[in-house]
């Protein structure tokens, strides 16, 4: 049985994600690409179609950067991507965000999927005013011990290769991160939202194990940037010593 090689992604501290439905020049792209960010991320909550996709797709092929597409949509279905995640809402009561579409995507494009480039990333939206808690209707204000027990979920009982953080829009609570992290036994932390700075940026990368800047590309450019060394310098705790 075909899994995905879970050192694609066990390696990377920094990620950008780029959103097809946003602008963005081909200088600022290349300066992107370049900036030594273990790999690009290509995903948005609306208006990501097929067409806009793989436009993004071909410009950030002309770099050697790693291209993995989060697959919010049918539309959105590209071949030609170095690896590829689909995204489970782990905080929402509406079940065609956990298997609803994803099964539907899957009674048409199953038997063509590249099983050992895909991953599963349990998402835990936990900003309200995000556009993809207003779109999945997520359960944004959860306390601790819900926090927890979505952990235990993804981790543990779904076994989940990633879990996704997101507080997109805003930058996060980094105590509420920290608990997540310690909890963790098998999946990976991702954390995504606000990182608009490289201390931002350092503070985020103590408790994740990868670090997603998005929105700062389009509005803080130079300082996104500064976030790729920032990151890759900061060890967490957690980290083994060596």
């Known amino acids: 049985m075909q899994q995905l090689n879970a050192a694609i992604y066990e390696s990377w501290r ?20 370049t ?9 948005g909550s609306s208006g990501v179609t097929y067409d806009n996709t793989v436009d993004l ?9 790693p291209c993995a597409l989060e697959v919010s949509s049918e539309e959105a279905a590209v071949p030609g991507f170095d690896y590829y995640f689909v995204p489970l809402v782990l905080n929402t009561p ?3 965000w956990v298997a609803g579409r994803q099964i539907a995507a899957l009674r048409k494009y199953g038997t063509f999927i590249p099983w050992n480039e ?23 204000r959860l306390d601790a011990e819900s926090v927890a027990a979505h952990v235990y979920m993804a981790d543990r009982l779904m ?5 996704y953080v997101e507080y997109s829009g805003t930058f996060g609570d980094m105590e509420l991160l920290k608990r997540v992290r310690g909890l963790l036994t098998g999946s990976r932390l991702f954390y995504g939202g606000g990182i608009d700075s490289a201390g931002k940026a350092r503070q985020a990368a103590e408790f994740a194990h990868t670090v997603v800047v998005g929105n700062a590309l389009y509005d803080r450019l130079d300082a996104a940037l500064e976030t790729v060394q920032a990151v ?11």
Do not use: W
């Open 14 to 33: 920094h990620v950008f994600k780029l959103d097809p439905d946003r602008e963005l020049d081909d200088g600022a792209l290349e300066r992107i690409c």
């Open 35 to 43: 900036s030594g960010t273990d790999a690009v991320i290509v995903g």
């Open 57 to 65: 797709m071909s410009r950030i092929r002309r770099y050697e950067v």
């Open 94 to 96: 509406h079940g065609e």
């Open 118 to 140: 895909t991953a599963a990333e349990g998402y835990l939206i936990l900003n309200e005013t995000a556009e993809a808690a207003r779109l999945t209707g997520a359960q944004t």
């Open 159 to 163: 076994r989940l290769p990633i879990l």
């Open 232 to 242: 890759k310098e900061t060890r967490s705790p957690y980290d083994h010593a060596k």
